[in-house]
C-alpha cells in the first residue's frame, strides 16, 4: 500500500495543478450518458438468451492557452453492467483513463509532455478449479490493474476540440494480479512484487488522439485511442481504438453507433472487436470562455 502511495501521491497532485489551471483561453467539454438495452433471442441459433445491460459513461476534456505554451486534460469514465436471465449482474465495461499533457511552442513544433494513467473501478473475479471445487478469486479492483506512462514527444492540435500526441521516449508501468501475471505471454521487465499484484516496466514509444468533430447539426463523430510499442514484433505493440458516431435525436437523446478494436498481446494475438448500438440520454457541455 505503501509503494502504491508512493507513486500516486505525485500524480495527483500533478492532475490537481492541472485541473486548476486558468489561462489566456480555455475550453471546457463534457460529456454524461446513460442508455440501456434488452435482448431476448428464442431459438436463434438454436439458443434461448434473454441479456439486459446497462452503461453509464462521462468524458471531459479541457485544454488551457498560455503565450508559448497550452495544457490539455481529459478524464474518461465508462461502466457497463450485464445480466443473463437466471443469473446475476456482471461487469460488461469498466474503465478509468486520465491523461494530462503540457506543451510548449518551440519555433515550428509543439514539445509535449504527458501522463496517462489507465485503471478500473470496481472488483473483478474469476473462478479456479482447486480441491474438487471451484472457488471465487479476486483478479482485480481500483489501481489492480493500472497502467502508467510517461512521455516526451510531439503533438499537434487541430478542429478546436481534437488532438494527436506521439511520445518517443515512454517509460511504461503496469500492476497485474499475480493471477494474471502468472498466464500473460510477455510484459516487460519485472520490477517488483507486492500484496495485490505484480509491478512490470517497459520503455518505448506511445501515442494518443482524441478526436471530435461536427459532421452536421445532428451528426457527430467522437474517436480515440492510444498505443505503445517497443519493438517490431507482434508480442511488442498495443492499441486500442474508440469510434463513436452519434445522431441526435431529440435534445439529449441520442442513437450512437460504437465501434472498439483492442489489441494486447500480454492476454492474447487475436484482436478484440465490440459493437453496439445504443440509445439513451447523452448531456453534452461545450462551453469556450476567453480571459484576458
Known amino acids: ?3 502504491l502511495l508512493l507513486i500516486f501521491l505525485p500524480l495527483l497532485g500533478f492532475t490537481y495543478s492541472a485541473f486548476s489551471e486558468t489561462g489566456d483561453e480555455r475550453y ?3 460529456f454524461l450518458g446513460a442508455s440501456a438495452s434488452f435482448t431476448s433471442l428464442n431459438n436463434w441459433g438454436n439458443n434461448d438468451i434473454t441479456t439486459f445491460s446497462t452503461l453509464a459513461s462521462l ?3 479541457s485544454s488551457v492557452d498560455y503565450v508559448g ?3 490539455f486534460k481529459s478524464l474518461q469514465f465508462e461502466l457497463g453492467m450485464i445480466k443473463y436471465a437466471d443469473s446475476t449482474w456482471t461487469k460488461s465495461s469498466d474503465l478509468i483513463r486520465l491523461n494530462c499533457q503540457y506543451r510548449q511552442q518551440k519555433r515550428s513544433v509543439m514539445v509535449n509532455y504527458s501522463i496517462m494513467l489507465q485503471t478500473q473501478l470496481l472488483n473483478s473475479y474469476s473462478y479456479e478449479f482447486s480441491e474438487s471445487e471451484f472457488k471465487k478469486v479476486q483478479t482485480g479492483g481500483l ?3 493500472f497502467q502508467l506512462e510517461i512521455g516526451y514527444g510531439l503533438a499537434w492540435r487541430f478542429w478546436t476540440y481534437s488532438t494527436v500526441s506521439i511520445s518517443m521516449a515512454t517509460v511504461k508501468l503496469s500492476l497485474y494480479p499475480e493471477i494474471d501475471a502468472r498466464r500473460i505471454i510477455a510484459i516487460g521487465d519485472e520490477v517488483a512484487k507486492t500484496r495485490r499484484g505484480v509491478l512490470f516496466m517497459e520503455y518505448g514509444f506511445s501515442g ?3 478526436i471530435n468533430k461536427s459532421l452536421n447539426e445532428r451528426l457527430e463523430w467522437k474517436s480515440n485511442g492510444n498505443f505503445f510499442g517497443n519493438g517490431l514484433s507482434r508480442s511488442k505493440f498495443q492499441l486500442s481504438v474508440s469510434n463513436q458516431l452519434s445522431f441526435t435525436i431529440w435534445k ?3 442513437l450512437i453507433l460504437d465501434s472498439r478494436l483492442n489489441y494486447y498481446p500480454a ?3 487475436k484482436m478484440q472487436f465490440r459493437n453496439e448500438i445504443l440509445l439513451g440520454w447523452y448531456f453534452d457541455s461545450s462551453l469556450l470562455k476567453n480571459k484576458k
Open 208 to 210: 494518443s488522439w482524441y
Open 267 to 269: 492476454y492474447s494475438y
Open 252 to 254: 439529449y437523446l441520442k
Open 1 to 3: 500500500m505503501l509503494r
Open 28 to 30: 471546457d467539454r463534457l
Open 59 to 61: 468524458d471531459y476534456r
Open 143 to 145: 489501481f489492480l490493474p
Open 69 to 71: 505554451s497550452s495544457v
